[in-house]
């Protein structure tokens, strides 16, 4: 039996309380900081700790049935824990697996309690269990102070960024890559010949300046590419960038404004200091047009913040202070609403033009994005350049990529002809519906389009036939006429004579033509809406435009009269009420004498259109040398009928 009666467990309870309420000063500069803390640290004290409750469990007994029981000699041993401050009793005739009777000490140092203890003779033992709760407490206050930090260092440091944005708001968006790899070098460029001959001297400059410059040479300072959308213009500077091998910096013209004034000149400024300390250099704006239109133009005056940043821009190009080392390359397909002073010498020299492929260039396109497709042996790429006057490079990368998509929905090895035919079809009608039902509207499309075939095959200088569908497609297409049109003949639809703007035009109405001398003008429908605009305009086109009417060589129109542009409100008119009647004359009367000409060619070869419908209506589809050789077997001789003048 242990005896520590010298030990007073009440003092030293109190002692130990007071201790833990006392907390040191502190004087920090950041008193909100350790407030928050505190609370935080205060309440998840109040949290964690234990309150001292009295127990209600079933081994539990009150400090009076201790001593009731000590009186009647029911108590054989007693074990105090001076840290919990309880005391567990354990009864005579109780087992040694029994559990114990807690029993909660409020005083102690209760002499009655050990004077009866020690008249009993109890066996008494005092133990100090492990107080592990000072030390969890520590920990968890750690990591509560931690977490706090934490958060507060990540606000801290949002901040800092927020700030470093706002330093940097006016610094220089351009990619910059020291020496360029931009994957692309001239032989992946195909279509543009001429353009990339031009360009060949700025990668001979940037390589060998010594050539130039020995006899007096100045390589141009800045380089305009100018094309329709889609033809390889920044494919183009890629190339340029990856033969040359110079540090070449990227950027868009969208990226300079912002709607700060005074925010795009200072990218601009920064943009050019950078490309100073790394000449000589390339610097590729993309889509200039959003940043160089001209100024003052539009409605109520021009934009601030455009405006300075192209003003800044022309300084950067040629001012005070030059810029040698450092070629501008700038792609746009609007040069039209570029500001003047742009376009002078010393600052764009060159404008290269980069314009829709031709055949060649065609082919060669189709043969550089057929490298990696699996094509089958029966497909002739030149067949498909043939097909596809006007398509730009993106149209045929994008065609082929469709013809590997459909061939492998249709789960194909290789890519046929039928696939490229569908893609084609796909990208320039719309998607394939399903068929028309066996009715009066299938029988009136079949005679429709039938007619548009039927007056370009009669025609001398028509366009030749390619293919003829009654296979609806979306978009409202009930059926449609394709035609093989010939670059070298039109020059890529550049120049057009007068009797091939007449055959199209009669060709146009070839299928309002079919439907009034089969059906009778009373049941002509609305399918014809889209040809008869297309002939008012080409018909408008000849009279005010190109001189082809009885009013003589006279241009009494201007096209792309834009208000954007520093136009006025409202278009003037360019001729006298006197003229305009005129003009709807020749129009009216260009359109009727074709519309004429399109029902004598119906008329007289009433029962070959017959036996065209009924193959369309049977097959659904003709290609144009199926077409050419019907009509070639129900005609003596073809007729070339020789267009209206």
């Not at 700060?260 to 200039?288: H, M, Q, T, W, Y």
């Not at 109520?300 to 190009?317: A, I, S, V």
């Not at 060159?350 to 189709?366: A, C, E, H, T």
Request: one cysteine or more; proline letters at 4%.
């Amino acid at each position: 039996m242990k005896n520590s009666w010298k030990h007073s467990w009440l003092g030293h309870l109190v002692a130990k309380k007071d201790k833990s309420r006392q907390s040191p000063k502190t004087s920090m500069p950041g008193r909100h900081l350790w407030r928050i803390l505190g609370s935080l640290v205060l309440s998840q004290g109040i949290l964690l700790s234990t309150p001292v409750f009295a127990q209600t469990a079933p081994n539990t007994m009150s400090y009076s049935q201790l001593i009731d029981k000590i009186e009647k000699g029911q108590v054989s041993k007693i074990e105090v824990d001076e840290i919990q401050g309880t005391a567990r009793v354990r009864l005579e005739g109780q087992k040694a697996t029994d559990p114990t009777q807690v029993v909660t000490l409020f005083d102690y140092n209760n002499r009655e309690l050990y004077s009866q203890i020690r008249a009993k003779k109890i066996d008494f033992e005092v133990k100090q269990t492990a107080d592990n709760s000072a030390a969890v407490s520590l920990v968890v206050n750690l990591l509560v102070i931690f977490a706090v930090l934490a958060v507060l260092m990540a606000i801290l440091r949002r901040s800092t960024q927020s700030q470093g944005n706002a330093m940097n708001f006016g610094k220089s968006r351009a990619r910059f890559q020291m020496e360029a790899k931009t994957g692309v070098m001239f032989d992946d460029v195909a279509g543009i010949e001429d353009a990339k001959e031009e360009l060949q001297e700025v990668v001979t400059f940037l390589k060998k300046p010594e050539r130039f410059t020995a006899i007096g040479a100045k390589i141009p300072r800045g380089v305009l590419l100018i094309g329709p959308p889609g033809t390889g213009k920044t494919m183009l500077a890629k190339a340029i960038a990856g033969e040359a091998g110079v540090p070449f910096f990227s950027i868009s013209g969208s990226e300079f404004v912002e709607m700060f004034v005074g925010v795009g000149a200072s990218r601009v400024r920064d943009l050019f200091r950078k490309a100073k300390e790394n000449c000589p250099c390339i610097v590729f704006i993309d889509e200039i047009d959003a940043v160089g239109r001209q100024r003052g133009a539009g409605i109520g005056g021009g934009n601030d913040e455009r405006e300075q940043t192209l003003n800044q821009l022309l300084t950067e190009m040629d001012g005070f202070e030059g810029n040698s080392g450092v070629i501008i390359i700038a792609a746009t397909n609007r040069p039209d609403v570029l500001d003047t002073a742009l376009l002078r010498p010393g600052r764009f020299d060159r404008q290269v033009m980069v314009d829709l492929p031709s055949y060649k260039g065609r082919l060669g396109i189709l043969q550089v994005h057929a490298r990696n497709k699996k094509l089958d042996p029966e497909v002739a790429l030149d067949m498909i350049a043939r097909r596809t006057p006007g398509f730009s490079g993106a149209d045929l990368a994008n065609l082929l990529n469709e013809a590997a998509i459909l061939t492998a929905r249709r789960r194909k090895e290789t890519i046929s002809n039928l696939e490229v035919n569908d893609a084609i079809d796909r990208i320039t009608i719309g998607l394939t519906l399903n068929p028309l039902l066996d009715s009066k509207k299938k029988w009136m499309t079949a005679y429709h389009e039938v007619g548009h075939a039927l007056v370009a095959t009669i025609l001398k200088n028509a366009d030749p036939v390619e293919k003829v569908t009654i296979i609806p497609r979306s978009g409202g297409i009930e059926g449609f006429t394709s035609f093989t049109l010939d670059d070298e003949m039109i020059d890529s639809e550049g120049l057009r004579s007068r009797a091939l703007l007449l055959n199209r035009i009669t060709v146009a109405l070839g299928g309002r033509a079919a439907e009034a001398e089969i059906y009778g003008d009373d049941e002509i429908d609305t399918g014809a809406g889209s040809d008869i605009r297309r002939v008012s305009s080409l018909a408008r086109e000849m009279v005010t435009l190109y001189g082809m009417s009885d009013l003589g060589p006279v241009a009494l129109e201007t096209p792309n009269n834009e208000v954007f542009l520093g136009g006025e409100w409202s278009s003037r008119s360019e001729y006298s009420e006197a003229m305009a009647i005129k003009i709807d004359r020749q129009v009216r009367e260009i359109a009727f004498g074709c519309y004429a000409e399109a029902r004598r060619i119906i008329r007289e070869n009433r029962a070959l259109i017959d036996r065209l419908v009924e193959a369309l209506l049977d097959q659904e589809t003709i290609d144009g040398d199926e077409f050419r050789q019907i009509v070639d077997r129900y005609t003596e001789s073809p007729k070339k009928q020789l267009a209206p003048r």
